[in-house]
């Protein structure tokens, strides 16, 4: 896969104190298999699907076994500091400094106004995903789900080239971020239905051949059922949280219901 488009979802990864733990869960719900950990690069442990690039999984780094498990999104990025000097010129929190990671690339973590925290990364050697849109056990979409919608708005399109498009439905406040004509990533407004203790995050979607069967494994091996399965226009989805914590969203494009919705340009 050629290097992304600035702004473009590149790559994703989480952290778990039970690493092996996490491998046993992914791999069944999933159908990961799994690389060698490297202790040079902190046992980083690459996933595949069918053979291919999908995500990472690592256990916390020193002093930080007590942060909670949650899913990062990286975003393409031809400069990492660059990048985040705009994020900081923008409302936003540089939470990592860009650092080289051997001759992979060059990455920052960075929190956006509503709180959402999201990665920022640079490819060298490392280029990202290796799995195609839509192909099972591989990265499918993407969405900032936040209770700041007015700001994170207009925080994405002064950070990235984005151009922003809105739902016409007015019983859904949802955006969409494109890159060069392309949808990229998705911003969900949360409601009252949001429990208050769920901070603003970056929501990933891997992708099924059957939702519901992934669903059944998932909630077997101790995740939690948090929304669906539902169906729409873009596949059946259903929303869950692993036995560590860490949200994700497992989708089935093949299964669709519905008309695609009508956007406008966003004022």
Known sequence: MAVQPEGTPCWADATFADLEGAKSFYGDVLGWTFGESLAEFGHYTQAYADGKVAAALSPPMPGEAESPSAWCLYLASADTAATAGKVRGHG????????????????????????????????????????????PGGYCWSEVFTRDAKTVDAFYPAVFPYTVRKFDDESMDFSMFDVQGETVLGRMAMGDDFPPEVPSYLNVYFAVPDCDAAVAKATERGGVLRYGPANSPFGRFATLSDPQGAWFTVVDVSTTEGEMPATSPAA
């Not at 060059?106 to 490392?126: E, K, S």
Request: avoid cysteine; aromatic fraction near 10%.
């Open 92 to 135: 936003g929190e540089v939470l990592v400094e860009p650092v080289q990671v051997g001759e992979f690339g060059t990455m920052a973590l960075a929190r956006d106004p509503g709180g959402a925290v999201f990665g920022i990364w640079q490819a060298d050697t490392h280029e990202g995903f290796e799995t195609k849109i839509g192909a």
